[in-house]
């Protein structure tokens, strides 16, 4: 039977009510607090009883402090005399607890306890929320901004799609707790005037709903990053995060442990982050580039459309680049095949597939290729065994490029040469219905 265990606080910073009456309800069933860490909460196994509980704000005080300072030593031999023992603290917050009948509450007076709750509200979470809310709204614009200069490869892309989800729900998020936090506190003044207590609240239940999109959309956008290969990338960016996140929590409880003054470790915390932070950003890139450079140069058979597929060439003079990236919503593939040495007898090839995963993105993709271009001209779509196709006129002349409609599809497609009708109907085959 296991002595202790931790568990996530999904409570907001300032609802001492809620988070009171949470571990009131945990000391019932067996569980009494003993620590605070920075995401979870630590508890030990005893006789469930039923325990009171009193959360308390120290705004002086700070996750950096080496130990409690002489006025909160003071404070808590108060707290002591009255009957109330310290369970746990973490920054500002402190929790304390008392085991018998009604006892004398810790906090009397209502003006004091808003401004307590405010002023260190202004030191944590305050500046917290209102910096994930510009950081979300700068991502969530910078998300639009790719969308509208190409739908496709953003829409196709795994990773920007969970930064998407992430980046909207931080958004909703932080502010919701801003607002909530700003209207308890008009109305929190108001009452003390009348020398009342306005109990807080947290949204427990939006946290929870939160938690239960982002996991299955993070899972659910991460599976086409592992199916085209990505996967390796993704798993060392969510890894790093988390290490660099574990270093510097690390870093600053060393330094704590050391007795370093709250300013020395704020500020060595802060170079550990700085530091950490800027060798995984170079780090990205470089694993990137390695991972491409890594990768051999794809055969003619390992592409599903090659020049030798349409015209007689040897397959050893040509080079290959083909990019792949999915999501839940598209699949693009994107393929260069030309010559090392370019000739009078030599041809290259260049294609775009487009797998529309959502139907109701057809349009958008379709549209995305033909840029509501009138240059497109439409001819006719059976010699490739296509919906419908495009080809881009250009100051009358007519190129070999093409927009081709197939069923879940969109192609586009460039020849150095104009093609023949079988050469047409090969490529319908290959890369409107053949696997990709």
Same mark, same amino acid.
């Given at each position: 039977?296991?002595?202790?265990?931790?568990?996530?606080?999904?409570?907001?910073?300032?609802?001492?009510?809620?988070?009171?009456?949470?571990?009131?309800?945990?000391?019932?069933?067996?569980?009494?607090?003993?620590?605070?860490?920075?995401?979870?909460?630590?508890?030990?196994?005893?006789?469930?009883?039923?325990?009171?509980?009193?959360?308390?704000?120290?705004?002086?005080?700070?996750?950096?402090?080496?130990?409690?300072?002489?006025?909160?030593?003071?404070?808590?031999?108060?707290?002591?005399?009255?009957?109330?023992?310290?369970?746990?603290?973490?920054?500002?917050?402190?929790?304390?607890?008392?085991?018998?009948?009604?006892?004398?509450?810790?906090?009397?007076?209502?003006?004091?306890?808003?401004?307590?709750?405010?002023?260190?509200?202004?030191?944590?979470?305050?500046?917290?929320?209102?910096?994930?809310?510009?950081?979300?709204?700068?991502?969530?614009?910078?998300?639009?901004?790719?969308?509208?200069? =190409?739908?496709?490869? @953003? !829409? %196709?892309?795994?990773?920007? *799609?969970?930064? +998407?989800? $992430?980046?909207?729900?931080?958004?909703?998020?932080?502010?919701?707790?801003?607002?909530?936090?700003?209207?308890?506190?008009?109305?929190?003044?108001?009452?003390?005037?009348?020398?009342?207590?306005?109990?807080?609240?947290?949204?427990?239940?939006?946290?929870?709903?939160?938690?239960?999109?982002?996991?299955?959309?993070?899972?659910w956008c991460l599976?086409?990053?592992?199916?085209?290969?990505?996967?390796?990338?993704?798993?060392?960016?969510?890894?790093?995060?988390?290490?660099?996140?574990?270093?510097?929590?690390?870093?600053?409880?060393?330094?704590?442990?050391?007795?370093?003054?709250?300013?020395? =470790?704020?500020?060595? @915390? !802060? %170079?550990?982050?700085?530091? *950490?932070?800027? +060798?995984? $950003?170079?780090?990205?890139?470089?694993?990137?580039?390695?991972?491409?450079?890594?990768?051999?140069?794809?055969?003619?058979?390992?592409?599903?459309?090659?020049?030798?597929?349409l015209v007689e060439?040897?397959?050893?003079?040509?080079?290959?680049?083909?990019?792949r990236i999915s999501?839940?919503?598209?699949?693009?593939?994107?393929?260069?095949?030309?010559?090392?040495?370019?000739?009078?007898?030599?041809?290259?090839?260049?294609?775009?597939?487009?797998?529309?995963?959502?139907?109701?993105?057809?349009?958008?993709?379709?549209?995305?290729?033909?840029?509501?271009?009138?240059?497109?001209?439409?001819?006719?779509?059976?010699?490739?065994? %296509?919906?419908?196709?495009?080809?881009?006129? +250009?100051?009358?002349?007519?190129?070999?490029?093409?927009?081709?409609?197939?069923?879940?599809?969109?192609?586009?497609?460039?020849?150095?040469?104009?093609?023949?009708?079988?050469?047409?109907?090969?490529?319908?085959?290959?890369?409107?219905?053949?696997?990709?």
């Amino acid at each position: 039977m296991r002595e202790t265990k931790r568990q996530m606080s999904l409570y907001s910073f300032y609802d001492h009510t809620g988070i009171e009456k949470h571990l009131a309800r945990m000391a019932e069933r067996g569980w009494l607090l003993c620590g605070l860490g920075q995401f979870l909460w630590h508890y030990r196994r005893i006789e469930p009883r039923r325990i009171t509980f009193s959360v308390c704000y120290f705004p002086k005080a700070t996750i950096y402090d080496p130990y409690p300072s002489e006025r909160q030593e003071e404070f808590y031999d108060l707290c002591a005399h009255a009957g109330w023992t310290l369970a746990g603290s973490s920054g500002q917050m402190q929790v304390f607890y008392h085991q018998g009948e009604n006892p004398t509450p810790i906090d009397t007076d209502p003006a004091l306890e808003v401004e307590a709750i405010h002023q260190s509200a202004k030191k944590t979470v305050l500046p917290a929320n209102f910096l994930l809310l510009g950081v979300a709204v700068l991502n969530l614009g910078l998300f639009l901004w790719r969308f509208w200069d =190409n739908p496709v490869l @953003t !829409l %196709a892309s795994g990773g920007t *799609l969970l930064a +998407l989800v $992430a980046y909207t729900l931080i958004l909703v998020n932080c502010t919701v707790e801003l607002c909530s936090y700003f209207r308890w506190r008009g109305r929190a003044r108001r009452a003390a005037e009348r020398g009342e207590f306005l109990p807080t609240r947290s949204r427990v239940w939006l946290q929870r709903l939160l938690l239960a999109i982002l996991l299955p959309a993070g899972a659910w956008c991460l599976a086409g990053m592992f199916q085209d290969g990505l996967g390796g990338l993704a798993a060392v960016s969510m890894l790093g995060v988390i290490g660099i996140i574990a270093a510097v929590l690390g870093v600053r409880k060393l330094l704590k442990g050391a007795g370093v003054s709250a300013k020395a =470790n704020l500020r060595g @915390t !802060l %170079a550990a982050c700085v530091v *950490l932070s800027i +060798l995984f $950003a170079a780090a990205i890139p470089w694993l990137v580039v390695r991972g491409l450079n890594s990768r051999p140069n794809p055969r003619a058979e390992e592409l599903p459309l090659s020049v030798t597929d349409l015209v007689e060439m040897d397959p050893d003079h040509y080079s290959r680049w083909q990019f792949r990236i999915s999501s839940p919503l598209l699949a693009l593939l994107q393929v260069s095949d030309y010559p090392r040495i370019y000739g009078e007898m030599t041809h290259s090839l260049r294609y775009d597939v487009t797998v529309v995963k959502v139907p109701a993105l057809y349009g958008l993709c379709r549209d995305h290729y033909l840029g509501g271009d009138s240059r497109y001209t439409p001819v006719d779509p059976a010699p490739w065994g %296509a919906q419908e196709a495009y080809r881009y006129v +250009l100051n009358g002349q007519t190129l070999e490029h093409y927009v081709l409609c197939y069923p879940h599809r969109v192609v586009e497609i460039t020849l150095d040469w104009t093609p023949t009708a079988e050469q047409m109907a090969v490529v319908g085959e290959k890369l409107g219905r053949g696997p990709l």
